[in-house]
C-alpha cells in the first residue's frame, strides 16, 4: 500500500536514437502512464505527480494511456492537474484500453482542454534550426473493438512525415511494436503492463506479455516499456515499483 500510494520515484535513462540530429541530442522526454485516476486515485495525489514531473524541465511530456477509469463528469477535479503538466516542446497524449471502457471520444476532447495534444494516429514535426524529430502517436491497439474511428493505424500516424527524420512513437501496448517497426520507427516508448503490479503477477508477467517492462529492442525499434505510474484496482504493489520516466534522446 506504501508504495502504490506514494509519489512515483523517478527512473532514469538514455537511448541512443541512429541519426538523431544535433540539435536534439540529449532531447528530455518524461513519460507518464496507467495513472488510472478513479475511485482511489483523486486530485492530491495528482498534484504531486505533477509537481514531480515539472520539477525535471523536460522538453517534452508523453502520457501513454490509462491515465483514468471513470466518466469525464465524475473525475473533472481530480484529473484538472493534468492541465499544469508543462514543457518546452508539449504535452501528448495517447489513448489506453480504459479510456475506452468508459468514454474514449470524450476524454480526448477534455484532455485537449487541458491543453494536452491528442495524438490520434497523427504525428508532429518538432524543429530546432534546420534540424528535425517526429513525435507520434496511434490509439490503443484495440480501440477499434470498443470506438469506430478509433482503430489503431500506425501507418496512418506516420503518413506524410519527412524522410530521413527519427521517429519517437507513442503507443499504450508494447506489442505495438510488432506493427510499428515495420515503418522504420527509431523509438517506441509504452505502458500498460505495470510489470505486473503486485505478486505472483509480477514474476508472472513475462510468461504473458513479451516485453513486460524495461528496455528491448524489436528489429531496429527501441521499445521503452514503463512499469507505470500509478497503479489498478487495489492500492497495492509488490515486486513492481511504479515510476515517473525520465528519458534522455541521445545520438548513436
Given at each position: 500500500y506504501v508504495v502504490a500510494r506514494r509519489t512515483p520515484p523517478v527512473r532514469?535513462?538514455?537511448?541512443k536514437v541512429r541519426g538523431l540530429p544535433p540539435a536534439f541530442d540529449g532531447f528530455h522526454v518524461v513519460q507518464i502512464t496507467d495513472v488510472h485516476v478513479g475511485p482511489t486515485i483523486r486530485k492530491g495525489w495528482l498534484d504531486a505527480v505533477v509537481d514531480a514531473v515539472n520539477e525535471l524541465k523536460p522538453d517534452l511530456i508523453a502520457a501513454t494511456?490509462?491515465?483514468?477509469?471513470?466518466k469525464v463528469r465524475d473525475f473533472i477535479p481530480d484529473v484538472s492537474p493534468f492541465s499544469r503538466l508543462a514543457a518546452s516542446e508539449?504535452?501528448?497524449?495517447?489513448?489506453?484500453?480504459?479510456?475506452?471502457?468508459?468514454?474514449?471520444?470524450?476524454?480526448?476532447a477534455h484532455f485537449e482542454s487541458l491543453?494536452?495534444?491528442?495524438?490520434?494516429?497523427?504525428?508532429?514535426?518538432?524543429?530546432?534550426?534546420?534540424?528535425?524529430?517526429?513525435?507520434?502517436?496511434?490509439?490503443?491497439r484495440n480501440a477499434g473493438q470498443r470506438l469506430r474511428g478509433h482503430a489503431c493505424d500506425p501507418a496512418q500516424a506516420l503518413a506524410g512525415r519527412p524522410d530521413g527524420v527519427p521517429t519517437l512513437m507513442l503507443a499504450h501496448r508494447?506489442?505495438?511494436v510488432f506493427?510499428?517497426?515495420?515503418?522504420?520507427?527509431e523509438v517506441q516508448i509504452s505502458g500498460h503492463t505495470h510489470g505486473g503490479q503486485y505478486?505472483?503477477?509480477?514474476?508472472m508477467i513475462g510468461l504473458f506479455q513479451p516485453f513486460a517492462h524495461g528496455l528491448h529492442e524489436h528489429r531496429g525499434t527501441q521499445l521503452y516499456v514503463s512499469r507505470g505510474t500509478g497503479y489498478w484496482g487495489p492500492p497495492m504493489r509488490a515486486g513492481s515499483t511504479s515510476?515517473?520516466?525520465?528519458?534522455?534522446?541521445?545520438?548513436?
Open positions: 532514469e535513462l538514455e537511448i494511456g490509462d491515465l483514468v477509469d471513470g508539449g504535452v501528448f497524449y495517447v489513448t489506453g484500453n480504459h479510456e475506452y471502457y468508459w468514454e474514449g471520444d470524450a476524454w480526448c491543453g494536452m495534444q491528442v495524438l490520434n494516429n497523427r504525428h508532429v514535426v518538432l524543429e530546432r534550426g534546420s534540424d528535425r524529430l517526429v513525435v507520434a502517436g496511434i490509439t490503443d508494447p506489442r505495438s506493427e510499428v517497426c515495420e515503418y522504420g520507427v505478486f505472483p503477477f509480477s514474476a515510476e515517473i520516466t525520465s528519458i534522455k534522446l541521445v545520438r548513436a
